[in-house]
């Protein structure tokens, strides 16, 4: 698709700054993922600094001195953060009206089995051998690649992708929007979410799971990563191969995981960090900084699994110690 610079500068209301030749753009993309065609914003000094970095020719950039390197600037006088929504909401892909249960635009291939009360949306692909049960609802654009199997009341929202021989168990929600809000006049006010979900081949998804749909771009579980029941991935979020998400994990968003990580039941982990590879986290741990590659821990703070256990033995001596304290000051305080 295209869209007009022209009618975006007249929603924003911004100033034409750099290079003025050109007229279209394909869409919205994240700062660093961005293509030439594409424009993208830099509402921070992390991202004003690398304005060279980007690939997008167009960027929606605060009111301040720019760099000539060949791109086009749209200067606004506000914070570009504040006015994500009108942004968003201009790119938005318009979806088409529900008509019947099975979309006569969708393709459907061979041998695949629908259950009762399944919707397949327009334009939907469901590649050869898929089997889908009751209360199924495969939204417009959606693709689902050969040999995966959806259990019943299963949502796939709109241009998600599910790769081959997937499993998605009993009540998961894929694409739903992302947790995105800004303050606009001192309220809470939606971002639109226009990003998808792409899920790679032999990928698992548990029980009542959800996994939010990118709000400008995608999120991404990439092949044979298994995730448990009652997880949380949240938008932009990209999870890399064979890991394995247990259940009760929350990961904010924009968070990078490496190949063969483990984060095992009911880690949080906050968001824009990055995890690396063959990392194991245990149980109830706090993720908040980037944690690198080939490392067993555990613990809020988090540490070397070795030596939080060591704390924890630690902690169980602690009422003795304060009774030895107080003994060693009521003796002082005698004398």
């Known amino acids: 698709m295209r869209y007009s610079i022209k009618e975006l500068v007249s929603l924003l209301e911004c100033e034409v700054r750099g290079d003025l030749s050109l007229e279209y753009v394909s869409g919205l993309a994240p700062f660093f993922q961005a293509q030439e065609e594409n424009i993208t914003f830099a509402s921070d000094e992390k991202f004003l600094k690398k304005l060279d970095e980007t690939k997008a020719k167009v960027v929606l950039v605060p009111d301040i001195p720019l760099p000539n390197i060949g791109k ?28 019947k249960m099975i979309e006569d635009s969708s393709v459907i291939g061979k041998n695949v089995k629908l259950g009762p009360n399944v919707y ?34 299963v949502t796939v929202r709109e241009f ?96 990078e995981v490496g190949n063969n990580t483990t984060l095992a039941g009911q880690v949080g982990v906050a968001g824009h960090i990055k995890i690396g590879n063959n990392v194991v986290i245990a149980a109830k741990s706090g993720v908040v900084g980037n944690v690198d590659d080939n490392q067993v821990l555990s613990g809020y703070p988090l540490m070397d699994h070795r030596e939080d256990l060591k704390v924890k033995i630690a902690l169980k001596k602690v009422p003795d110690l304060l009774k030895k304290v107080r003994n060693i000051e009521k003796k002082l305080q005698e004398k």
């Open 72 to 99: 086009m600037y749209l200067v606004v006088k506000e914070n570009p953060r504040t006015l994500m929504p009108k942004l968003l909401n201009f790119f938005k892909r318009e979806t088409k009206p529900f008509e």
């Open 120 to 153: 397949v949306g327009h334009d939907a692909v469901i590649g050869d051998n898929v089997t889908i049960y009751p209360n199924v609802t495969i939204g417009e654009g959606v693709t689902i690649g050969e040999g995966s199997t959806i259990y019943s009341n």
């Open 160 to 255: 998600c992708k599910i790769g081959k021989n997937c499993v998605i168990q009993p009540g998961a929600v894929i694409g739903s929007d992302g947790f995105g809000f800004v303050k606009v006049g001192g309220n809470n006010t939606k971002i639109d979410q226009i990003g998808s979900v792409v899920i790679e081949d032999n990928v698992e998804i548990g029980a009542n799971t959800t996994v939010d749909r990118g709000a400008i771009g995608d999120t991404i579980i990439k092949k044979y990563t298994k995730i448990d029941n009652l997880v949380q991935i949240a938008h932009n979020d990209i999870i890399g191969e064979n890991c394995l998400i247990v259940s009760q994990v929350g990961i904010a968003g924009s968070v």
